[in-house]
């Protein structure tokens, strides 16, 4: 008999989610895209990429490194096409990339190469090498971590030697732990890297700089004379990061000329003399704000996608209860299912947010760049990097976490959250270790209470630190649950944590005979402080945010609700840092909790909504379990049927290792 694969369950189970949704959710598509132009654009950009077969991903769990990259080539060279063809805009083609979904070379030429030019070439330089970029008639990477060191960014080994003689930078690298190894886009793809080196001219050695040089030939694309470069090998997990060619490089005393040399910071004249241009280092950190919100956005983006799955199958997914005639009780109905989901759901849009709020930033920076005034840099520069390190890591955590809440059949490639897991993953790592980053947030704070000891006042983000003696006396006057529900009252105990955490390093590297020693010795209260004042700049942002005006009814009702959710389940989750500073009673804590509580309730109808309003096409999702019309039984069961395996009854190898075990047959052929 055939089997019906018409079910009507799931379906019908987010059509009746919908229908209790208490908000505008067209409305909040809006909100959550930055506006309506915005909106415009993903929408543009979504449709082409969902109606464009080049662009189908779900094989991809399936395929073999060799298949993944080709296929990556392909789609890398057709998104071009149509990004020439349809003359998309800059911010549209990175829009068409980052739904066409997948790791490729591209990725590190717009999102490193070129910004690395805009940052630390001449205005000369960039006239030179930009055109070339953005024609694509080269393809750039960024090649700075080597086998042997990445975070220390001080220890590479790779060699530049000035050679006056010839007006040209010698190329080498000396030791096996000098091969360049992870850039992305090297492996197989680049003509070019941007390459960091230890600059040495006239026998000194002025430490790392970036060099442009060409690796392959741009007729045959052979590697060129002197270059070995390769492939580093297979990633973690299916599909995932296996598109992309990270890859490993070695120069053999390759010469590339003077003027490759990015020279906005230093330069070496023809007869050798090394020249600093009297900019700051951080003159680059333009370029870095710019790459740093994108990490951003894209955190929230790939756990919106993550969160999207999660809640459209726990409401679809249905255990125990019922009887009766009565449907099972649906799994997003269970109080422990909602406080892992909804705070991820809530930091979806914290997230954005704040991601929001750093493209502005971006804007701040340049503007004062324009005009020489580097005062804001370093906190900017803490900021983000802090940024950076909290959103990946929770993303990354928050997508494991989704698998878990879609139980088994979160396990299946099908629900789209291993891929994304295996691919998001090493957002951890790259663009800086996290760790790393937290602890130059620590310092760029111990310097900041330095100074505040000395009568100078924190700016930015950091300028709740002048308040430190305030925030270090006074506690929290809350007395009752609903007092919660006021932002200036969440904020000043972020602050007052925050403040009293940075205090106490601050206090313990005093004492110490070797600052160094004690940093190192105090570095998990260091990264704990710095990641106090990182949450505390997402809350005040979500915060601001609350002050804007919303369209639709119900969008700033329901987002309040999610401000509640995101600060009050951190208050929570780090209730030991909250009391240990003093700043919280026990009762005000377990008020919090109770207002939490609430505040699910509040969420739980509008949570299919909320996730909704993320926009994600299903050809986005790439999952099964997250389908917009949630009919899931049938396509898990169809997309079995589609599996590899399944292509004969009696499988491969039968004969071989199957038959001889059940008839008994392995030894007498082992003898034999
Ligand atoms: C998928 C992927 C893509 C990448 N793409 C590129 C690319 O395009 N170009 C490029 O140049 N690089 C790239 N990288 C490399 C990446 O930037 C580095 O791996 C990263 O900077 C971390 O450096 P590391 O590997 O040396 O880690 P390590 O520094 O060796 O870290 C190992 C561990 O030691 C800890 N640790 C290190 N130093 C300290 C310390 N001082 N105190 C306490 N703990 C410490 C770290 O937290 C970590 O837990 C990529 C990496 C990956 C995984």
Redesign the pocket.
């Known amino acids: 008999m055939a089997l019906d694969l018409t079910e009507s369950m799931g379906p019908n189970s987010l059509r009746e989610e919908r229908s209790k949704v208490e908000f505008d959710v067209e409305a909040m598509k809006v909100v959550w895209a930055g506006g309506i132009e915005h909106k415009n654009m993903a929408d543009k950009i979504r449709a082409i990429v969902t109606n464009d077969p080049v662009f189908e991903k779900v094989s991809r769990p399936q395929q073999d490194r060799k298949t993944l990259l080709k296929n990556s080539l392909k789609k890398a060279a057709h998104a071009w096409k149509i990004i020439q063809e349809k003359k998309l805009t800059e911010q549209e083609a990175r829009l068409l990339r980052y739904y066409i979904d997948e790791p490729n070379y591209t990725d ?1 030429h717009w999102g ?1 190469f070129i910004p690395a030019i805009k940052g630390q070439a001449t205005e000369e330089q960039q006239k030179k090498w930009l055109p070339l970029a953005y024609r694509m008639s080269i393809i750039g ?5 080597e086998l042997g ?4 960014v001080q220890g590479l080994e790779t060699e530049a030697v000035f050679d006056p003689s010839t007006d040209e930078f010698v190329m080498h690298s000396p030791t096996l732990t000098s091969t ?7 492996g197989k793809a680049s003509t070019h890297a941007m390459v ?1 080196a230890r600059l040495i001219t006239d026998g000194k050695d002025y430490g790392v700089h970036a060099f442009i040089a060409q690796i392959r030939s741009l007729e045959d694309h052979e590697p060129l004379p002197g270059v070995t470069v390769g492939d580093i090998g297979v ?1 973690f997990g299916n599909g995932g ?1 296996n598109t ?1 060619d ?1 890859g490993l490089l070695r120069f053999d005393h390759v010469r590339i000329p003077r003027e490759n040399l990015l020279m906005r910071l230093a330069s070496v004249t023809k007869e050798g003399k090394y020249i600093k241009s009297g900019y700051p280092k951080q003159i680059g950190y333009g370029a870095m704000v710019s790459v740093r919100s994108y990490i951003v956005k894209d955190a929230s983006d790939i756990l919106s996608r993550a969160v999207t799955i999660a809640t459209r199958y726990s409401a679809v997914r249905r255990q125990f209860g019922g009887g009766e005639g009565n449907p099972e009780t649906q799994v997003i109905d269970y109080k422990s299912q909602q406080s892992r989901l909804f705070p991820m759901l809530a930091s979806a849009y914290a997230f954005r947010f704040v991601g929001e709020w750093m493209g502005h930033l971006y804007d701040d920076v340049m503007a004062r760049l324009s005009v020489n005034d580097f005062s804001t840099l370093p906190e900017v520069h803490a900021c983000t990097a802090g940024l950076k390190s909290l959103t990946t890591s929770y993303t990354s955590k928050s997508i494991e976490e989704c698998r878990m809440l879609c139980g088994g059949h979160g396990y299946l490639c099908d629900s789209g959250l291993p891929e994304l897991y295996a691919a998001y993953v ?1 957002a951890c ?8 980053l937290l ?1 130059q947030v620590a310092r760029f704070l111990m310097k900041s209470l330095s100074q505040v000891g000395m009568g100078k006042k924190p700016t930015g983000e950091a300028a709740y630190l002048g308040n430190i003696q305030g925030l270090a006396t006074k506690n929290c006057g809350i007395k009752q649950g609903g007092e919660w529900m006021n932002y200036e009252a969440v904020v000043e105990a972020f602050q007052a944590r925050a403040a009293r955490l940075s205090g106490a390093c601050a206090l313990k590297l005093n004492k110490a005979p070797d600052v160094e020693a004690a940093f ?1 010795e105090y ?1 998990t209260d260091l990264a704990d402080a710095a990641q106090a004042h990182c949450q505390l700049i997402i809350v005040d942002k979500f915060a601001e945010k609350m002050k804007s005006a919303f369209p639709g009814q119900g969008t700033r009702q329901i987002l309040e609700v999610l401000f509640f959710v995101y600060s009050l389940d951190l208050i929570n989750k780090h209730a030991a840092e909250f009391l240990s500073t003093g700043y919280l009673t026990s009762k005000q804590l377990s008020l919090a909790k109770d207002q939490l509580r609430s505040c699910f309730r509040k969420v739980r109808p509008n949570a299919v909504g909320l996730v909704d309003a993320f926009g994600h096409t299903d050809h986005y999702l790439g999952s099964i379990l997250g389908r917009y019309d949630g009919d899931v039984y049938p396509n898990l069961y169809k997309a079995a049927w589609n599996n590899a395996l399944n292509e004969s009854t009696v499988t491969e190898g039968y004969e071989a290792y199957i038959r001889p075990v059940i008839k008994n047959q392995t030894q007498n052929s082992h003898r034999r």
């Open positions: 590190l490193m990477c960024y090649a700075q971590t060191h990445g975070s220390n360049k190894w992870w850039p992305g886009g090297l960091y990633k990061y992309m990270n090493p790592t790259y663009e800086g270790d996290n760790v790393i602890f190192e570095s």
